[in-house]
């Protein structure tokens, strides 16, 4: 893990790297020139990223967040900030690497705000060192027609636990939310998803997705709650989990509570291991039993990691995900 | 090719394989034909190394090295190929990314370059076009979704690709159409070689019309209970197998 690289730049992204929690120096002078039109950056207080109203991105933001010591005990948690005008749309990755966080388990907390009509594409992605633990959180709020997309991805870290709070609150906004943990070796990983649908007419699609191997342990927790007045809602929370040891652990805990009468609502879980059937097929067509694993759990991922429309994000992640099975690399090439 | 002397199997303690003896020479296609629940998928598993069956007595020989310690992938590398009763569904990995990766294991291990994309494209257009299949399946998600008839199909794409000195073909005519039939076994045909052999499962006489088998052997409670020439399909075909059931081993499996 050690060999994640430092500087993650994604091509075709504009690029915001923070070093401890403050704007890279690289970027002094030049925030004017690399900020594209209709879109602020104010620095007073933690981070606030503003598009204007009717923005279009024609490129997606990148927040890298790095942090190259641990974070001394009670430091303030980092601050994002992030509101999407009326109407606006674009991509935003927020991707943490270093060590984000201590034995204090130091935060990071983002607060995103979707103005009517606006369309979000959010990425978080968690890269962290092995001996990082961390909380991090975002809450969202959705008005009305607004359609927000998440991608939570967490692949490195020791100890990480994430938190998203969405808000449904304006009528026929929508949300699309999608989750990979993948964890090996002796990582944890939390992630706690609680959807609020607070108007009526508005729509969930949720798809959380678990891979823990060796003595890894994850949870997901997901709670879908439609208010009295939510009328029309539609509401689906999925969780699938893959268990590729039988020391790992995986506690899946998928709620919905429903307070409103005209709705249409499902929930699932399931955790199974790798299709003893598939193994098979595959090794009468010459895999190893690790390419036939890995080419089984990639393809696991694939459901989530094909979600991700930015092209060298999604390439990135499936190295990412390859390198950490074993027998990757023998598929790599063709995946 | 292959030699397979007295050999036993079981499932969950349950035995299927009660002493197979069946000879395969070099070239050769032979046919085994059977009632249902006879067997003759659980020979074919075990040959392609399904661990899931107990190999209990006997041995087999591919090549003359003892097939039964290789393991399944092993196997596949070094030219045993099975095409499934009931292809794997498996959704997320598209036949392209599957093949080409199967296709370089192998290459692999005989001493041969990868292809790269270019040189697997123009091959895969070849041998789609033995089976009839069209390019756009390569995308897809294996096996997902494909009609009966796809499924076999593939299976004989894959052989093609594959390029295997031993073919099984468990049941490959199951669920063709007419004209599907005729095309696998055109395909088969296609790639019969004097150093490859077929063993060919079958429940139908009309498949061996078009591929002609050098034996016909009838496999019956996990023992092969008669072997003869083409025309024996074709005895059978008339008669049903009560005749040879009803009085097994009148003449022994050559
Ligand atoms: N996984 C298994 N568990 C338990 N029994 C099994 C298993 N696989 C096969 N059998 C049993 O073994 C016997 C032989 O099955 P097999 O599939 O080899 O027959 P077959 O000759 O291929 O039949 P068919 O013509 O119907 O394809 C059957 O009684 C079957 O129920
Ligand atoms: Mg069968």
């Known amino acids: 893990m050690s060999q994640i690289n430092r500087c993650f730049e994604l091509p075709g992204a504009t690029h915001l790297a923070f070093n401890n929690g403050s704007l890279s120096a690289e970027h002094q002078g030049e925030l004017g020139s690399i900020l594209p039109e209709g879109v602020s950056l104010d620095l007073d207080q933690g981070i606030e990223l503003r598009l204007g109203e009717g923005v279009e991105l024609d490129r997606p933001i990148h927040l890298a967040y790095h942090n190259s010591a641990a974070v001394s005990p009670g430091s303030p948690a980092l601050e994002t900030r992030i509101i999407v005008g009326p109407g606006s749309r674009g991509t935003l990755i927020e991707s943490s690497s270093g060590l984000c966080g201590n034995a204090q388990g130091a935060a990071q907390h983002s607060v995103l705000q979707l103005g009517e009509d606006a369309a979000l594409d959010h990425v978080k992605l968690q890269r962290e060192e092995l001996s990082s633990i961390q909380r991090a959180s975002s809450k969202v709020s959705a008005r009305a027609r607004s359609n927000y997309r998440s991608h939570e991805i967490n692949i490195g870290g020791g100890e990480t636990r994430r938190q998203l709070d969405l808000t449904l609150c ?67 929370q999925s969780n699938r989990n893959l268990l ?37 097929y595959l090794r009468t067509r010459g895999f190893t039993p690790d390419a036939a694993r890995a080419l089984l759990v990639h393809a696991f991922a694939s459901e ?30 063709a995946a | 090719m292959l030699q397979i002397r007295n050999l036993y199997a079981s499932i969950d303690g349950k035995e299927i394989l009660k002493g ?3 000879q395969l020479p070099s070239g050769e296609i032979h046919a085994i034909m059977g009632p249902n629940g006879s067997g003759k998928s659980t020979l074919s598993q075990v040959l392609a190394g399904n661990e899931a069956f107990e190999v209990t007595a006997g041995e087999v020989l591919y090549q003359g090295k003892n097939l039964l310690e290789m393991p399944a992938d092993e196997r596949a ?5 099975m095409a499934f009763q009931y292809p794997v569904e498996i959704p997320g990995v598209s036949c392209a990314q599957f093949l080409r990766s199967a296709v370089n294991a192998v290459r692999k291990h005989r001493g041969k370059d990868a292809l790269d994309a270019m040189d697997f494209l123009a091959l895969t257009k070849e041998k789609m076009k033995l089976f ?92 092969i209970v008669r072997s003869g020439g083409k025309e024996l399909a074709l005895k059978l075909e008339e008669s049903g197998y009560a005749w040879i059931t009803d009085q097994p081993h009148l003449e022994s499996a050559s």
């Not at chain 2, 590398?77 to 190929?81: E, K, L, P, Q, S």
Request: glycine share 10%.
């Open chain 1, 170 to 236: 304006g009528e026929g906004a929508r949300c699309e939310l999608a989750g990979l943990n993948l964890a090996f070796g002796r990582q944890r990983m939390e992630s706690r998803v609680r959807v609020t649908h607070a108007a009526a007419g508005c729509a969930t699609d949720e798809l959380y997705k678990i891979i823990v191997g060796d003595d890894a342990r994850a949870l997901f927790d997901g709670l879908i709650l439609v208010e009295t007045d939510s009328q029309l809602t539609r509401a689906h």
């Open chain 1, 244 to 280: 590729l040891s039988d020391r790992a652990r995986i506690t899946s805990m998928p709620r919905l509570e429903i307070y409103a009468d005209d709705v249409r609502c499902s929930h699932g879980s399931t955790t199974g291991e790798l299709d003893a059937e598939q193994l098979f």
């Open chain 1, 304 to 333: 989530i990691l094909e979600g991700v429309e930015f092209t060298p994000l999604r390439e990135w992640l499936t190295g990412e995900v390859l390198r950490r099975l074993p027998g990757g690399e023998l598929i790599g090439e």
């Open chain 2, 20 to 22: 197979i003896n069946l």
């Open chain 2, 77 to 81: 590398r070094d030219g045993v190929f």
């Open chain 2, 132 to 223: 009839d299949l069209g390019p756009e399946l390569m995308r897809r998600s294996l096996n997902v979704g494909f009609s009966g008839g796809e499924k076999k199909r593939n299976e004989g794409f894959q052989m093609a690709m594959l390029e295997p000195a031993l073919a099984i073909l468990d049941e490959t005519d199951s669920g063709l159409d007419i004209d599907a039939l005729k095309v696998v076994a055109q395909g088969v045909n296609t790639l019969r070689d004097p150093q490859r052999s077929f063993l060919v499962i079958t429940h139908y006489q009309r498949l061996l019309d078009y591929i002609v088998p050098d034996r016909v052997h009838v496999l019956s409670e996990g023992r």
